[in-house]
């Protein structure tokens, strides 16, 4: 079974440009999660949805940042503009709270995000 | 107060040793409990959940968790080289939330 993809792996980009992140949950997981992970802070949720509604995004550091789920097989994490402290790990997880998992996220490789 | 507090480590025990790793919650209504894995430059991955008050085995973990204290470990037996890496506590709090303590790091030392 294929598991939670993301891209970019890497991205580097300028302070002022717009990056967007991608993620493919795993196919029947209703929960959908990004996280932001770096050294200082360890990792932040950022926002998490349910069968493609955002239900809790008071993790989103400020206006900057968006995150869309147009349907059960995609998310988009968009920044804009980009700021060098927003150089960071995104990780992106799903899950499924029914059955034996319940509440169990599996993760993606991540994407790591350098602005300059 | 933080949600989750773990104590970041490094915690170094030599090969074959019983590695204890702690963590305490402030949110009483929380009902789950997961010990993730992650390893430099990876992304961190289940290796073992809790749901109620005990002990919950599988191979060389342990989960402990005490309600009650607001509080959750995890054991490793025979403790490996392999299983250095970074230990993430984490809690569901109401709604599905899953929030993270800044993890402990380990070190096995052959």
């Known amino acids: 079974d294929a598991g939670v993809i993301q891209s970019p792996r890497h991205e580097v980009t300028e302070m002022g440009q717009e990056v967007t992140l991608r993620c493919k949950p795993i196919s029947g997981h209703d929960y959908l999660f990004w996280y932001r992970q770096t050294m200082m802070r360890g990792l932040e949720l950022l926002i998490y949805f349910n069968n493609n509604v955002p239900i809790d995004d008071s993790g989103m550091p400020e206006d900057r940042f968006s995150a869309k789920m147009p349907n059960a097989s995609f998310s988009t994490l968009k920044i804009q503009p980009s700021e060098p402290r927003d150089s960071a790990v995104y990780f992106c997880?799903?899950?499924?709270?029914?059955?034996?998992?319940?509440?169990?996220?599996?993760f993606g490789e991540g994407s790591r995000l350098t602005v300059l | 107060q933080k949600e989750v507090e773990q104590n970041s480590g490094p915690l170094s025990v030599p090969e074959g040793a019983i590695a204890s790793l702690n963590c305490t919650y402030s949110d009483r209504v929380s009902q789950s409990f997961f010990w993730y894995r992650q390893y430099s430059g990876k992304s961190p991955e289940l290796i073992m959940s809790i749901y109620s008050n005990g002990d919950k085995e599988d191979g060389r973990f342990t989960a402990q968790l005490n309600k009650a204290s607001q509080y959750v470990s995890l054991l490793i037996r025979d403790s490996q080289p392999s299983d250095s890496a970074t230990y993430l506590c984490?809690?569901?709090?109401?709604?599905?939330?899953?929030?993270f303590g800044a993890g402990t790091r380990l070190f096995v030392k052959a």
């Open positions: 984490a809690l569901n709090t109401g709604g599905f939330k899953t929030i």
């Open positions: 997880a799903s899950s499924s709270f029914s059955g034996r998992a319940s509440g169990e996220l599996f």
